[in-house]
C-alpha cells in the first residue's frame, strides 16, 4: 500500500496549522479517520487535529489566522472551524481512565503516544506529522498501516480493556469492518477482539440507547447493512442490541419438517433491498425501508406453531410484528415519523403477496392502496425483497403475478383516487344537516361511505355519497333538519 499521499496534505489548513503551532511551539497532528482514509483512497473533508496543549486555544489561534469563526465544546475540550469545504476539530492531547460502571473517562493531558493509546483501533491511531521539520511523516506505533492493508480491526491496548473502557467500541468494530468492507477486501475483526466482546457484551448495558441507535443507523446506512448483523450475533452482541432481531435465529424441526431460519432470511431481504437501492442516494425514508426489511418477520417466533399434517405455520406474524415496532424504537430512542413508517410496512408487508397467490379484485386493491396511502411503492419494493425463494419457477411465478398487482394498482388509482384517501362525506356537514351534536352516529355514517367506496358500491364522489349517507341516516333516525 502506497505512503506516497502528498495529494492529501496539500490542504491549505495543513500549512496553517503547521505555522501556527511553530509559532506557539507546540506539536500538532492530523489523526485518525482523515490519515486512515487516505491509504484507503477514499474522499475525507472530516479533518481531526491533535494538539500536545490546549486543542481549544490552539483553534482560537488558527481561528485568527484563517479569519474563521470557531465552535467551542468546552465540555468536551474541543474547538472546530470550518474552512474551504473541510470541518476541522481541534482537541488537546490526552490519556484517559475509566470507572467500571461509567463511559465516561477521567480525563489528563497527555503526549500524542497518550493519544494514540486511547484510541479505540489500530487503523484509527495512526497520525500525520504537521512539524515543519517532519511535515506528512506517519507516526503509526501499532502498525495500523499494515492492518488496514490486510483488512484487520485490531485494538492497540489488549482488547478487554478496551471494550471495558468503552463498550461502544465494540459496536464501532463492527461498524468498521462493514463499512470498510469493499468487493476486493472484507474486513475482519481479529479472533482476539472478538472472544472479548463475547465475554464484555454485558458491558453494553452502560451505554445510552441514544448512543447504540447511533451506531445501528450508521450501520443501516453501509452498502452492506446485513454483515453487521452477523457479525453482532458471531460476537455475542446482538441480543443486547435487537433482541427481537436475534430471536429470528434457529431452526426447529417437529416431525422431520423445519422451518427457515427467519434470521438468515430477514438478512437476505435487507441484502436484496440493498441491491434495488444500489447506486441512489439513501435519502427520504430509504434507509428506514432497510429497517423495515430487517424487522419485517420479528413477529414469527411469538406466532410459530407446529400443525400436524401442515407443517409450521406463522398465522398473525405481521399484526404481532407490527405491534412490536413502537417498543422497538422508543428502546432506541428512533423518531416517530419512522416507527409509524415502518410498522406500517410491517403490518401491511403479506398483503401484496396474498393477493398475488389470489385473484385481484378492485375491492382489495383499494385497501391496499388506502392502507398503505403513499408509501405503497415502499411497500411493493419490500414485497418484491421478501422473495428470497431458490426455485426459479416459483421465483418467475410470483414476480409475473406481482406485475399484475402493479398494473391493477395504477389502474384503480387512476379511476378511483383512493390513495391519500378523503371521505366526501365529514362531521361537520353531518352535524349541520341533522342538527345534531358529536356523537356515535357520526363516525358510524362515515364508515358506511368509506366501506361502501372501498368496496365499489358507489364511486369516490360527493353525490353518490349524499345519497348513501342519507339512507343510512334514515336507518339510524335521523331526519335532516334542513
Same mark, same amino acid.
Given at each position: 500500500?502506497?505512503?506516497?499521499?502528498?495529494?492529501?496534505?496539500?490542504?491549505?489548513?495543513?500549512?496553517?496549522?503547521?505555522?501556527?503551532?511553530?509559532?506557539?511551539?507546540?506539536?500538532?497532528?492530523?489523526?485518525?479517520? %482523515?490519515?486512515?482514509?487516505?491509504?484507503?483512497?477514499?474522499?475525507?473533508?472530516?479533518?481531526?487535529?491533535?494538539?500536545?496543549?490546549?486543542?481549544?486555544? +490552539?483553534?482560537?489561534?488558527?481561528?485568527? #489566522?484563517?479569519?474563521? =469563526?470557531?465552535?467551542?465544546?468546552?465540555?468536551?475540550?474541543?474547538?472546530?472551524?470550518?474552512?474551504? !469545504?473541510?470541518?476541522?476539530?481541534?482537541?488537546?492531547?490526552?490519556?484517559?481512565? %475509566?470507572?467500571?460502571?461509567?463511559?465516561?473517562?477521567?480525563?489528563?493531558?497527555?503526549?500524542?503516544?497518550?493519544?494514540?493509546?486511547?484510541?479505540?483501533?489500530?487503523?484509527?491511531?495512526?497520525?500525520?506529522?504537521?512539524?515543519?521539520?517532519?511535515?506528512?511523516?506517519?507516526?503509526?506505533?501499532?502498525?495500523?498501516?499494515?492492518?488496514?492493508?490486510?483488512?484487520?480491526?485490531?485494538?492497540?491496548?489488549?482488547?478487554?480493556?478496551?471494550?471495558?473502557?468503552?463498550?461502544?467500541? $465494540?459496536?464501532?468494530? &463492527?461498524?468498521?469492518?462493514?463499512?470498510?468492507?469493499?468487493?476486493?477486501?472484507?474486513?475482519?475483526? &481479529?479472533?482476539?477482539?472478538?472472544?472479548?466482546?463475547?465475554? $464484555?457484551?454485558?458491558?453494553?448495558?452502560?451505554?445510552?440507547?441514544?448512543?447504540?441507535?447511533?451506531?445501528?443507523?450508521? $450501520?443501516?446506512?453501509?452498502?452492506?447493512?446485513?454483515?453487521? +448483523?452477523?457479525?453482532?450475533?458471531?460476537?455475542?452482541?446482538?441480543?443486547?442490541?435487537?433482541?427481537?432481531?436475534?430471536?429470528?435465529?434457529?431452526?426447529?424441526?417437529?416431525?422431520?419438517?423445519?422451518?427457515?431460519?427467519?434470521?438468515?432470511?430477514?438478512?437476505?431481504?435487507?441484502?436484496?433491498?440493498?441491491?434495488?437501492?444500489? !447506486?441512489?442516494?439513501?435519502?427520504?425514508?430509504?434507509?428506514?425501508?432497510?429497517?423495515?426489511?430487517?424487522?419485517?418477520?420479528?413477529?414469527?417466533?411469538?406466532?410459530?406453531?407446529?400443525?400436524?399434517?401442515?407443517?409450521?405455520?406463522?398465522?398473525?406474524?405481521?399484526?404481532?410484528?407490527?405491534?412490536?415496532?413502537?417498543?422497538?424504537?422508543?428502546?432506541?430512542?428512533?423518531?416517530?415519523?419512522?416507527?409509524? %413508517?415502518?410498522?406500517?410496512?410491517?403490518?401491511?408487508?403479506?398483503?401484496?403477496?396474498?393477493?398475488?397467490?389470489?385473484?385481484?379484485?378492485?375491492?382489495?386493491?383499494?385497501?391496499?392502496?388506502?392502507?398503505?396511502?403513499?408509501?405503497?411503492?415502499?411497500?411493493?419494493?419490500?414485497?418484491?425483497?421478501?422473495?428470497?425463494?431458490? =426455485?426459479?419457477?416459483?421465483?418467475?411465478?410470483?414476480?409475473?403475478?406481482?406485475?399484475?398487482?402493479?398494473?391493477?394498482?395504477?389502474?384503480?388509482?387512476?379511476?378511483?383516487?383512493?390513495?391519500?384517501?378523503?371521505?366526501?362525506?365529514?362531521?361537520?356537514?353531518?352535524?349541520?344537516? %341533522?342538527?345534531?351534536?358529536?356523537?356515535?352516529?357520526?363516525?358510524?355514517?362515515?364508515? +358506511?361511505?368509506?366501506?361502501?367506496?372501498?368496496?365499489?358500491?358507489?364511486? =369516490?364522489?360527493?353525490?353518490?355519497?349524499? &345519497?348513501?349517507?342519507?339512507?343510512? #341516516?334514515?336507518?339510524?333516525?335521523?331526519?335532516?333538519?334542513?
Amino acid at each position: 500500500m502506497s505512503t506516497l499521499l502528498t495529494q492529501y496534505l496539500d490542504r491549505p489548513i495543513f500549512r496553517v496549522v503547521s505555522d501556527v503551532a511553530a509559532r506557539k511551539g507546540v506539536r500538532a497532528f492530523v489523526i485518525g479517520g %482523515y490519515v486512515r482514509d487516505c491509504f484507503l483512497g477514499r474522499p475525507c473533508n472530516d479533518i481531526d487535529i491533535v494538539v500536545e496543549g490546549s486543542g481549544i486555544d +490552539f483553534a482560537r489561534a488558527v481561528g485568527e #489566522a484563517t479569519g474563521k =469563526n470557531v465552535s467551542y465544546f468546552k465540555n468536551f475540550g474541543t474547538a472546530m472551524l470550518r474552512y474551504r !469545504g473541510d470541518e476541522v476539530e481541534f482537541v488537546g492531547a490526552r490519556k484517559e481512565s %475509566y470507572r467500571r460502571e461509567s463511559r465516561k473517562p477521567i480525563v489528563e493531558t497527555g503526549t500524542l503516544e497518550d493519544d494514540q493509546l486511547r484510541r479505540d483501533f489500530t487503523i484509527n491511531a495512526m497520525a500525520f506529522s504537521l512539524q515543519a521539520d517532519s511535515f506528512g511523516e506517519l507516526v503509526d506505533p501499532f502498525g495500523g498501516i499494515k492492518d488496514l492493508s490486510a483488512g484487520i480491526i485490531r485494538t492497540p491496548l489488549d482488547p478487554d480493556t478496551t471494550y471495558s473502557d468503552d463498550p461502544l467500541r $465494540m459496536l464501532r468494530a &463492527v461498524r468498521f469492518a462493514t463499512k470498510l468492507s469493499t468487493e476486493k477486501l472484507t474486513f475482519t475483526i &481479529v479472533e482476539e477482539s472478538m472472544a472479548s466482546m463475547r465475554r $464484555m457484551a454485558d458491558r453494553l448495558g452502560i451505554l445510552s440507547r441514544e448512543r447504540v441507535s447511533e451506531e445501528l443507523s450508521k $450501520m443501516m446506512a453501509t452498502a452492506r447493512p446485513s454483515m453487521a +448483523f452477523r457479525l453482532m450475533d458471531e460476537a455475542g452482541l446482538l441480543p443486547f442490541v435487537l433482541p427481537s432481531v436475534a430471536a429470528l435465529k434457529g431452526v426447529e424441526t417437529q416431525d422431520g419438517r423445519g422451518h427457515k431460519d427467519n434470521f438468515e432470511h430477514s438478512l437476505a431481504v435487507l441484502d436484496n433491498l440493498v441491491a434495488m437501492q444500489a !447506486g441512489k442516494e439513501l435519502e427520504g425514508n430509504m434507509v428506514w425501508l432497510r429497517w423495515a426489511a430487517l424487522l419485517h418477520d420479528i413477529g414469527k417466533p411469538a406466532s410459530k406453531k407446529f400443525v400436524p399434517g401442515t407443517g409450521w405455520t406463522f398465522h398473525g406474524h405481521e399484526v404481532i410484528g407490527g405491534r412490536m415496532i413502537p417498543k422497538i424504537f422508543n428502546d432506541l430512542r428512533l423518531p416517530l415519523d419512522a416507527m409509524k %413508517y415502518v410498522r406500517k410496512l410491517v403490518s401491511l408487508h403479506l398483503r401484496p403477496i396474498a393477493l398475488a397467490d389470489e385473484e385481484v379484485t378492485d375491492s382489495a386493491v383499494r385497501r391496499l392502496l388506502f392502507d398503505a396511502s403513499d408509501d405503497i411503492e415502499d411497500l411493493m419494493m419490500l414485497c418484491k425483497c421478501d422473495v428470497t425463494s431458490k =426455485n426459479p419457477a416459483k421465483v418467475r411465478r410470483i414476480r409475473d403475478n406481482f406485475a399484475l398487482v402493479e398494473n391493477k394498482l395504477v389502474e384503480v388509482e387512476a379511476k378511483d383516487a383512493i390513495r391519500n384517501f378523503k371521505n366526501p362525506i365529514d362531521g361537520q356537514y353531518i352535524m349541520d344537516l %341533522y342538527g345534531i351534536e358529536p356523537c356515535q352516529e357520526i363516525g358510524i355514517i362515515k364508515e +358506511f361511505v368509506k366501506e361502501a367506496i372501498l368496496d365499489g358500491i358507489i364511486e =369516490n364522489d360527493f353525490a353518490q355519497a349524499d &345519497v348513501l349517507m342519507r339512507q343510512k #341516516a334514515a336507518q339510524l333516525g335521523l331526519n335532516p333538519v334542513k
